[in-house]
């Protein structure tokens, strides 16, 4: 059969724009398809996906501005005049700097596409069969459309979800909203407890915004227990307000705040003002009008996750990458390679496939946390308790130590922070101590942990780790001298140190 393209990709964000371009440096005729719904409150974007527009990007920018308001304590404990009782921030030049970044890459994505001869459809598309999908365009040549490809690939990524709470759609935003929002956000509540609440949270807090965290039970479900428990007390120290509970319902008042009913765990109930809702509790692939079930392939309807085996779905020419498949990692770079292999399969003579263990991440809270391989719950459920050993410890980093970091004024009055850092690899006993589990908690996290990955993907053992020189003075080197393990009990926080607490 002639087919009009050899592949269509449904969904123009990190995964589909790889796989897309990979596919035609290898000299297949490709189309592309993008178009992205508006969020509940009408936000829209351009070409690049999530990660571009509404996730990584803006979310790391505005991480690094929340740090720098922070580092104003530590330039005056080191010499410099920034007088910080007075300091400000202005939000809309935050979002004019973070949104022109984003535009320009906007730009650039549509022009990578056109370089490599993608054809580019900014449109709706859903299956008519197999082989086909169908579209929808306006103008003079518009009208409904279809075109047929030997091989398509769904790549339409994942929206929020928001819970069927009375008045909590109407008025909250998500962050699809939140990076392009054109005022202040002023007090603000954060509802869930996944990564993105908290980084939203994190940031929002250093900027100077007063912020509570709602969350319905432990946060960073999935993490390591002690690695997350340890983020929110550094959260707490920094100023976030951190409680748990669900909203009830929702209204705005006469005075224009945001009025939320709140029933807490401990069984309390109460009604808080805020100027802004921010919904976090959780994302769901965009897989509806799509057509899926009429053409056979199988996906979850409650999830809406699509299951596959090598990102082929059950329709041997229909593949799936990135954040619709089921029990796979939500990570841009994991979508980028598994469509990058894909194509590679499909239009090359690669047999390589997607290797979805040891993929490192980071939480980019105000303290990152960064980790690969498994938690410590997740060790012991694979190998057993007796077959894991825990080596950790806690310290502060240089800067921190040096400057005397303080606890927010509700915190503490001219407290120090105290230990803002903490390094932990899960091991194996059985295997010669193999590392199975890499965690660290403290700045520039992900910076560190990107490096250790290689370490674990190669099979690095403890050993391998105590023989490597560390670089002095940084908290990485703190991973050279791990010696006290959980089970002995030992105090793990270490009482001095000028650099990953492995000295003095």
Same mark, same amino acid.
């Given at each position: 059969?002639?087919?009009?393209?050899?592949?269509i990709?449904?969904?123009?964000?990190?995964?589909?724009?790889?796989? $897309?371009?990979?596919?035609?440096?290898?000299?297949?005729?490709?189309? *592309?398809?993008?178009?992205?719904? &508006?969020s509940?409150?009408g936000?829209?974007?351009?070409?690049g996906?999530?990660?571009?527009?509404?996730?990584c990007?803006?979310?790391?920018?505005?991480?690094?501005?929340? /740090?720098?308001?922070?580092?104003? %304590?530590?330039?005056?404990? /080191?010499?410099?005049?920034l007088?910080?009782?007075?300091?400000?921030h202005?939000?809309?030049?935050?979002?004019?700097?973070?949104?022109?970044?984003?535009?320009?890459?906007?730009?650039?994505?549509?022009?990578? /596409?056109?370089?490599?001869?993608?054809?580019?459809?900014?449109?709706?598309?859903?299956?008519?069969?197999?082989? #086909?999908?169908?579209?929808?365009?306006?103008?003079?040549?518009?009208?409904?459309?279809?075109?047929?490809?030997?091989?398509?690939?769904?790549?339409?990524?994942?929206?929020?979800?928001? &819970?069927?709470?009375?008045?909590?759609?109407?008025?909250?935003?998500?962050?699809?909203?939140?990076?392009?929002?054109?005022?202040?956000?002023?007090? #603000?509540l954060c509802?869930g407890?996944?990564?993105?609440? /908290?980084?939203?949270?994190?940031?929002?807090?250093?900027? =100077?915004?007063?912020?509570?965290?709602?969350?319905?039970?432990?946060?960073?479900?999935?993490?390591?227990?002690?690695?997350? +428990?340890?983020?929110? $007390?550094?959260?707490?120290?920094?100023?976030?307000?951190?409680?748990?509970?669900?909203?009830?319902?929702?209204?705005?008042?006469?005075?224009?705040?945001?009025n939320?009913?709140?029933?807490?765990?401990?069984?309390?109930?109460t009604?808080?003002?805020?100027d802004?809702?921010?919904?976090?509790?959780?994302?769901?692939?965009?897989?509806?009008?799509?057509?899926?079930?009429?053409i056979g392939?199988?996906?979850?309807?409650?999830?809406?996750?699509?299951?596959?085996?090598? +990102?082929?779905?059950?329709?041997?020419?229909?593949?799936?990458?990135?954040?619709? !498949?089921?029990?796979?990692?939500?990570?841009t770079?994991?979508?980028?390679?598994?469509?990058?292999?894909?194509v590679?399969?499909?239009?090359?003579?690669?047999?390589?496939?997607?290797?979805?263990?040891?993929?490192?991440?980071?939480?980019?809270?105000?303290?990152?946390?960064g980790?690969?391989?498994?938690?410590?719950?997740?060790?012991?459920?694979?190998?057993?308790?007796?077959?894991?050993?825990?080596?950790?410890?806690?310290?502060?980093?240089?800067?921190?130590?040096?400057?005397?970091?303080?606890? %927010?004024?509700?915190?503490?009055?001219?407290?120090?922070?105290?230990?803002? !850092?903490?390094?932990? *690899?899960?091991?194996?006993?059985?295997?010669?101590?193999?590392?199975?589990?890499? %965690?660290?908690?403290?700045?520039?996290?992900?910076?560190?942990t990107?490096?250790?990955?290689?370490?674990?993907?190669?099979?690095?053992?403890?050993?391998?780790f105590?023989?490597?020189?560390?670089?002095?003075?940084?908290?990485?080197?703190?991973?050279?001298?791990?010696?006290?393990?959980?089970?002995s009990?030992?105090?793990?926080?270490?009482?001095?140190?000028?650099?990953? =607490?492995?000295?003095?």
């Amino acid at each position: 059969m002639e087919y009009d393209f050899d592949l269509i990709v449904i969904g123009g964000g990190s995964g589909g724009m790889a796989c $897309s371009k990979a596919a035609a440096s290898l000299g297949a005729k490709v189309a *592309l398809f993008d178009y992205v719904k &508006p969020s509940t409150q009408g936000t829209t974007w351009g070409l690049g996906g999530t990660c571009v527009n509404v996730g990584c990007v803006p979310k790391k920018l505005c991480h690094f501005a929340g /740090l720098l308001g922070h580092s104003y %304590h530590d330039g005056e404990a /080191l010499g410099w005049n920034l007088n910080s009782q007075t300091k400000s921030h202005d939000w809309d030049k935050l979002i004019e700097t973070v949104m022109n970044h984003v535009r320009m890459l906007n730009f650039r994505y549509k022009v990578a /596409l056109k370089n490599k001869n993608v054809t580019y459809i900014n449109a709706l598309a859903s299956f008519i069969d197999s082989n #086909t999908v169908g579209y929808t365009i306006t103008g003079k040549d518009g009208g409904n459309k279809k075109l047929t490809a030997k091989y398509i690939v769904i790549a339409v990524g994942g929206r929020p979800y928001i &819970p069927d709470i009375p008045g909590l759609r109407e008025y909250s935003i998500t962050s699809d909203d939140i990076f392009s929002l054109d005022h202040s956000p002023g007090k #603000t509540l954060c509802i869930g407890s996944s990564y993105i609440s /908290l980084e939203c949270a994190g940031f929002l807090t250093e900027l =100077g915004y007063p912020v509570q965290v709602l969350a319905r039970s432990i946060l960073l479900r999935g993490f390591d227990r002690q690695c997350a +428990e340890f983020i929110g $007390s550094e959260m707490i120290d920094s100023g976030t307000k951190i409680t748990y509970g669900i909203p009830t319902k929702v209204t705005k008042g006469s005075d224009g705040k945001l009025n939320v009913a709140i029933s807490y765990n401990d069984g309390t109930a109460t009604i808080e003002k805020f100027d802004t809702i921010i919904v976090a509790a959780g994302r769901r692939p965009d897989v509806n009008g799509l057509n899926l079930m009429s053409i056979g392939v199988n996906y979850d309807p409650e999830s809406c996750k699509i299951p596959v085996v090598d +990102e082929t779905t059950n329709i041997p020419n229909i593949f799936a990458i990135g954040d619709v !498949c089921e029990g796979k990692q939500e990570l841009t770079p994991v979508a980028i390679r598994a469509g990058e292999l894909l194509v590679k399969r499909l239009f090359g003579n690669s047999t390589e496939k997607m290797n979805y263990n040891t993929i490192a991440t980071t939480v980019f809270t105000p303290n990152e946390y960064g980790n690969v391989g498994l938690s410590e719950e997740d060790a012991i459920a694979q190998f057993g308790v007796d077959d894991i050993e825990v080596y950790l410890t806690q310290f502060t980093t240089l800067e921190h130590s040096a400057c005397h970091r303080l606890k %927010h004024p509700s915190i503490g009055d001219d407290e120090d922070r105290g230990h803002s !850092c903490l390094s932990k *690899l899960v091991c194996v006993k059985s295997q010669n101590e193999k590392v199975v589990g890499f %965690h660290f908690v403290g700045p520039n996290a992900g910076e560190m942990t990107q490096g250790f990955a290689l370490a674990l993907k190669l099979g690095a053992t403890k050993a391998d780790f105590d023989g490597l020189v560390g670089i002095h003075p940084t908290d990485a080197e703190s991973f050279c001298a791990l010696s006290i393990t959980k089970r002995s009990g030992v105090d793990f926080a270490a009482v001095g140190g000028c650099g990953g =607490g492995v000295c003095g």
